[in-house]
């Protein structure tokens, strides 16, 4: 009897990965490679940009254009809020009407609703939300309250869900005070079935919050296993100008976010934003004289939409800076696995960005972290801080002070060669967690099989 191929498994990710932002699609990347545990895989995603993310995601990944197959308006992240909430009750409304519909005719109802979104969903073999920090119960921006409908509508279809390599930063504060959200949460978190989190104090909290029978586990974000790029980073280095061998190479990646929030104590944003980016170029300019350093601003996002492009930040602070000839400025855009080789020939990275930092951190590079609201960012305190032991350098920049920042940054060089031998270490174990959230999805499945 001949022998018969397994047909591949069909995951839907059912959330979009901007791939501008080069640290969510470092996490895209880093959730492919906990698939190859299934074997054969097609996984098709959600996109806003397909035109745009085409260019960007793996090749194997197929694009679903929520616009086209959901009626929406174009450029919808662009659009008011008002616009944005009633274009995601449309999306509600048609996701409840095709589940009335397969509970009355099954898979007839595709013919009827003829797009490539209800195909994927009914063929799919398992339907993946909630990565990164989407919240499990307003889901994310543009398509509001999705975890709710999309877990009724896999349960009508049949389908196993999975929250994958989730963490909730916003969600305990909001969820902690309305009842009703918690409610809702926990309808979410007990009809999912499998629910895997990327740091411990999310762990905690949707453990407190789901009942017993919930399978909730402690793993870690996938994005530490983006792969670098060792072939591209001697070119970049010459396309860039960047010198090697004239002292310390320092590498930052700063955001609008982030600089807004400095300096509380003044009411006025633009001026909080003005005295940020002054401070900042004040901060490279004695990094230079100083420390005999050369500093690269990296965009680890280019976003055009809500201030997100980190070429703009860079620029402004440039152009404040004294010592311009050892400032550079990349302008280009570059792969995650590019910008993760480049990071690691950085004798010192400062991140306003998470997943920049776990980049730096996982090619061996001690980091300080710029965060704002101290211990409540979950996402920093839970990955940088916790789950690779680099608390110790994370900096509120809520209460910029350049003395204690410089402080900061003397103290971590000093400390070099003690702190990247540490992150090495703790790359390989937060790997191994990594890879455990792909294991734990084909546990789920093989399971369903038996059945």
């Known amino acids: 009897m001949p022998h018969l191929k397994a047909c591949p498994t069909r995951i839907l990710i059912a959330d979009w990965v901007p791939s501008l932002n080069k640290g969510e699609l470092a996490i895209l990347i880093g959730m492919l490679k906990t698939f190859e545990v299934l074997g054969e895989v097609e996984v098709s995603i959600f996109s806003v940009y397909p035109q745009l993310d085409k260019q960007r995601y793996p090749k194997n990944v197929k694009i679903i254009d929520l616009e086209s197959d959901l009626y929406l308006k174009s450029s919808l992240l662009e659009k008011s809020s008002l616009v944005i909430i009633l274009g995601g009750l449309f999306v509600m409304l048609q996701h409840i009407f095709f589940s009335m519909l397969y509970a009355a005719i099954g898979d007839n109802v595709v013919k009827i609703m003829n797009k490539m979104i209800w195909r994927e ?23 509001p309250f999705s975890p709710l409908y999309i877990t009724m509508l896999a349960k009508t279809l049949g389908k196993p869900v999975v929250i994958y390599a989730n963490g909730f930063p916003r969600f305990k504060r909001v969820v902690g005070k309305i009842g009703l959200w918690k409610t809702l949460a926990r309808f979410v978190l007990n009809n999912v079935d ?9 762990y905690k909290y949707l453990r407190n919050i789901s009942s017993n029978k919930t399978r909730i586990y402690l793993t870690a974000d996938p994005a530490i296993l983006c792969p670098v790029n060792h072939e591209r980073v001697r070119s970049i280095i010459l396309e860039e100008n ?48 100083n420390l005999h350093a050369t500093v690269v601003f990296l965009p680890h996002c280019i976003e055009p939409y809500r201030k997100g492009d980190d070429r703009d930040v860079a620029r402004e602070i440039y152009n ?25 020939v950085f004798d010192l990275f400062i991140g306003g960005r998470v997943h920049s930092v776990v980049s730096a951190l996982s090619m061996g590079v001690p980091s300080i972290t710029l965060t704002i ?79």
Not at 329 to 343: H, I, N, R
Request: hydrophobic share 40%; net charge positive.
């Open 121 to 143: 969903y009914c063929r799919s073999d398992v339907i993946v939300i909630c990565h990164d920090q989407v919240s499990c119960v307003f889901g994310p921006r543009f398509l």
């Open 320 to 344: 404040k800076t004294v010592n311009k000839y050892k400032v550079v400025v990349l302008t280009k855009e570059y792969s995650p696995d590019e910008l993760k080789a480049l990071m690691g």
């Open 194 to 202: 499998l629910i895997t989190v990327r740091e411990e104090e999310s």
């Open 373 to 451: 609201g101290g211990s409540s960012d979950r996402r920093a305190y839970g990955i940088i801080g916790k789950t690779l032991k680099q608390e110790k350098w994370i900096y509120n920049i809520e209460g910029l002070d350049l003395d204690k920042l410089l402080s900061m940054i003397i103290t971590l060089l000093s400390l070099h060669d003690e702190v990247s031998k540490d992150t090495v270490l703790q790359t390989r174990i937060v790997k191994k967690k990594a890879l455990l959230n792909g294991k734990l999805l084909k546990a789920l499945l093989d399971s369903r099989t038996r059945r």
């Open 242 to 289: 960047i010198d090697r061998s004239d002292g310390l190479l320092i590498g930052m990646t700063l955001t609008h976010r982030i600089l807004l929030n400095a300096y509380q104590e003044i009411r006025n944003p633009d001026e909080r934003y003005e005295k940020a980016t002054t401070q900042m170029a004040r901060l490279v300019d004695h990094l230079i004289k």
